[in-house]
């Protein structure tokens, strides 16, 4: 009997591609998105169920959850994955925005995770995978709000997987890469307009520059899916998939060497030049 796995974010990028991966793979998909479009995944008729979800809005996810029960009979596999791409300078960038990035990022996942948990504990059992960024592992420079909101899902996430190993639930982190095609870097892009001051356009550029020529192949869609599959459905207690070379690169910068090595490397790979 297939598995049942609901998606947020699936409308583009990561979420897509892990929904039609789960559904090509046999796997029941609700692939839930803010404006709900069944023809994205019209290849998929018998396997996606496209419902509507909106994160930051309580209500709209208890309705997804009851939704997904009601045709589904279970939902095995939660995956945390809307989210809002942003760079900017810490001191331009106003409340408003940075509260937009974190109900989404951030307090959204949270939501989520608290109204699944029940359900999940009365099944007996489950998993639940929140999407993060290698970002959350090797912090660069202009993206303080997005890292910080992250980070916040990389430590609520491994201490509530603790907290469920009990039951059965088992709590994943999916750290993908750098993928500047995907329509999330692209949202980021546009709410970037205004949060660059003249006072930070020699260093925001020199860092731009360097990004230019990035130390690893960027990520792809495709990696993230797998991340998201392999987490779902692995056995272990192992809480973090890496997707992508330069998350992996990180994550050896960031675990395997000293602190003043590791500084040093970041300063090199995204740092202004001469940093």
Same mark, same amino acid.
């Given at each position: ?12 990028? =990561? ?59 279970? @939902? ?119 949060? /660059?001051?003249?006072? =930070?356009?020699? /260093? ?13 192949? =960027? ?19 192992? @809480? ?36």
């Amino acid at each position: 009997m297939s598995k049942t796995v609901l998606i947020t974010g699936a409308s583009s990028g =990561y979420g897509k591609a892990a929904a039609e991966l789960f559904a090509g793979r046999g796997w029941k998909v609700l692939a839930t998105m803010r404006r709900p479009d069944p023809a994205l995944f019209a290849a998929f008729p018998d396997r996606v169920t496209v419902l509507p979800l909106d994160v930051t809005d309580e209500r709209s996810i208890r309705e997804a959850i009851a939704s997904g029960v009601a045709s589904h009979g279970a @939902i095995d596999v939660w995956v945390n994955n809307a989210g809002i791409g942003l760079g900017s300078i810490v001191e331009a960038t106003p409340d408003s925005t940075i509260r937009e990035i974190f109900e989404t990022n951030t307090f959204g996942v949270f939501a989520a995770c608290r109204a699944v948990i029940p359900r999940m504990r009365e099944q007996g059992g489950g998993v639940i995978v929140n999407v993060t960024s290698s970002t959350a592992i090797g912090i660069m420079p202009l993206v303080a709000i997005y890292a910080a909101s992250k980070c916040a899902v990389e430590g609520f996430t491994e201490s509530m997987a603790y907290e469920l190993e009990g039951f059965n639930i088992k709590a994943r982190l999916v750290e993908p890469g750098y993928a500047p095609t995907t329509n999330f870097t692209a949202s980021g892009s546009a709410r970037m307009a205004g949060l /660059f001051p003249a006072d =930070y356009a020699a /260093f925001a550029q020199a860092c731009f520059a360097r990004m230019g020529s990035y130390p690893t192949a =960027y990520c792809t869609e495709a990696e993230v899916a797998e991340a998201v599959f392999a987490a779902a459905t692995d056995e272990s207690p192992r @809480i973090r998939y890496p997707a992508g070379p330069d998350t992996r690169l990180l994550a050896e910068l960031r675990w395997s060497t000293s602190e003043d090595h590791y500084q040093r490397k970041m300063r090199e790979l995204f740092g202004p030049a001469g940093a």
